[in-house]
């Protein structure tokens, strides 16, 4: 056997070093996907370290806003998307995005393992459903005492006089959860008596916000008493030891999808549908159970403190389509009547 000289070993070695070099170099090429979400900051760091440690050479960079701002940002880039990927955005929203036609149809991986009845109909779908978020009021027992009013049952009894001043709602153009409220009691009562009661409404209505959460954090440091928020938020306020009780109205809740969909017209289809495969993995709905009671794939969602059993059951009737194709002029609606006592925009 020959032995090899000490310079052909010297310049294996430099090539080995090489393609080693390469290599490395190579794996240290991340691709870089651009993710629109409105999903709570408390969800976003779990979602993005267990995506990225499945999958090490795609990075997540998020671009959050609240719902509104978002799906109001996506049309108006319509002509030149900058996002690959959305996720965690209203199913309302994704609906006019698809009707748009500015998402791609794909079915994920293990998608025939979620609720058919939390993505869209079509087959393959434009968006898959994540998890269903509903209207909850919470309510500060220790400032209602204070004030002398009573834990409202229903979302009539928010329209009686004695609730004047003290209520905070989410504004439903800059918030997911503001304009599910809105389109529910349209589609709960009707137009003109949904119109009716949100004037009878506003009457007691201090301030709408730029936020699904913030009612709910006011309502916990008592700056209003009531607040019209969601069950996520709700849930986290009152585990923190707020004195907030959740009221659940018994006409039904409003609600909406969080949900995931693909960009049409990304230039990474192959990283973005890989990011859609996890979003839909049990892996990414056993974090999303840590907040929401009802989540896409069946058996994982957990019993959440102050979370009703029948939770599913109080979800009112719902036609997304519907809320998506007349958001514009509900919108515009709802502007001309309320505006005046909305918080300035941050």
């Known amino acids: 056997m020959t032995t090899p000289s000490r310079a052909a070993r010297f310049g294996l070695g430099l090539c080995l070093a ?35 440690k499945a999958n090490p050479d795609i990075e997540v960079r998020w671009v959050r806003d609240s719902t509104g701002i978002v799906t109001a940002k ?16 209203a199913a309302s929203s994704l609906a006019l995005l698809k009707q748009e036609g500015m998402l791609m149809p794909y079915e994920p ?3 025939k393992e979620l609720n058919r009845a939390y993505s869209d109909a079509a087959n393959p779908p434009s968006w898959v459903g994540m998890d269903v978020w509903a209207a909850t009021i919470c309510f500060n027992r220790v400032e209602a005492q204070k004030r002398g009013i009573p834990k409202p049952e229903s979302w009539k009894d928010l329209a009686k006089p004695i609730y004047k001043g003290t209520i905070s709602m989410p ?8 304009y599910l409220d809105v389109s529910s009691w349209l589609q709960m009562w009707g137009e003109d008596e949904g119109w009716k009661y949100m004037d009878a409404l506003h009457q007691n209505v201090a301030q709408y916000v730029h936020s699904g959460s913030k009612p709910c954090k006011q309502a916990a440091t008592g700056e209003f008493p009531i607040g019209i928020s969601f069950e996520f938020r709700a849930h986290q306020v009152k585990k923190s030891g707020a004195p907030v009780d959740l009221v659940f109205p018994k006409e039904g809740l409003g609600w909406d999808i969080e949900a995931t969909g693909v ?8 990283q973005a549908k890989r990011f859609a495969d996890w979003m839909a993995s049990k892996d990414a709905n056993v ?4 907040w929401w ?6 058996g994982v969602a957990s019993k959440l403190e102050g979370i009703p059993d029948n939770y599913e059951k109080l979800l009112a009737k719902n036609d997304l389509e519907w809320a998506a194709k007349n958001r514009e002029r ?11 006592k909305a918080e300035p925009k941050p």
């Open 287 to 290: 974090i999303t159970a840590n």
């Open 330 to 340: 509900i919108l515009a609606e709802w502007g001309k009547r309320y505006e005046g």
């Open 293 to 298: 009671a009802v989540v896409a794939y069946p």
């Open 109 to 111: 991986k293990g998608f």
């Open 74 to 89: 996506l049309l108006a880039e319509k002509a030149n998307p900058q996002a690959d990927v959305v996720a965690g955005l």
């Open 171 to 178: 504004h439903p153009a800059s918030s997911g959860t503001g």
């Open 18 to 52: 090489a393609l080693g070099l390469v290599g490395t170099s190579a794996f240290a090429q991340k691709t870089t996907l651009q993710v629109y979400t409105a999903l709570e900051t408390d969800a976003m760091k779990l979602y993005k370290d267990a995506f990225e």
């Open 263 to 270: 960009m049409k017209t990304t230039a990474k289809a192959a």
